[in-house]
């Protein structure tokens, strides 16, 4: 088969495709649902902490190599791309199929690296000092200190953020699959 194997983009597309699509849906729907069921809230918090820079690391890593292993050939929303890699990704052909999906993708686990995640991680450092300086889990059953209710409330918006985005994130993976689908046709 021409443009196959080792030296061929096409494979490293489409295995950086499965371990984004895979690892998101694996994570929002299954591993961290079980986790909070299973796990104490400070085990969770620990575990959180340590996988979500590597999983954001993830989300923003592989649409990079999505766009560096974009395949030349293949029939797209009814156009052919003429070239691969970025300059495929960027052909105007692909706007809607390609370029969007992968740049919410990247974008929003950028996002969540760099932004929403820190933030958040901060947010749980300083509810962590504060209980001690309580006597009060954050969780525990109102009434809480004012700096609680404050931290309390900027920990749900930062996570409703950083939800939010990896909701875009699978929604987007998704409808690139779509597109690298149409070449099956």
């Not at 030296?7 to 295995?15: E, K, Q, R, T, V």
């Not at 990704?89 to 992968?102: A, C, E, S, T």
């Not at 004012?146 to 987007?172: R, T, Y």
């Amino acid at each position: 088969m021409a443009g196959s194997g080792l030296f061929s983009p096409a494979p490293y597309h489409i295995l950086s495709y499965g371990t984004l699509l895979g690892t998101t849906f694996f994570h929002t729907f299954v591993g961290g649902i079980v986790s909070f069921q299973v796990l104490t809230r400070p085990q969770f918090a620990a575990l959180m902490a340590k996988i979500f820079p590597i999983y954001f690391s993830m989300q923003t890593a592989l649409p990079v190599v999505l766009a560096l292993t974009y395949p030349a050939t293949g029939t797209v929303l009814g156009g052919a791309s003429p070239s691969g890699g970025i300059a495929g990704v960027m052909d105007p052909v692909n706007r809607w199929g390609v370029l969007v999906p992968i740049a919410a993708v990247f974008l929003t686990g950028l996002a969540n690296l760099a932004v929403v995640g820190p933030a958040t991680t901060q947010c749980m450092d300083e509810r962590r000092l504060l209980q001690k300086k309580d006597g009060k889990k954050s969780y525990d059953a109102p009434p809480h200190s004012k700096q609680m209710e404050a931290l309390n409330k900027k920990f749900s918006i930062l996570h409703g953020v950083s939800s939010l985005l990896n909701l875009v994130s699978f929604i987007a993976s998704v409808v690139y699959g779509f597109t690298l689908s149409s070449w099956l046709d």
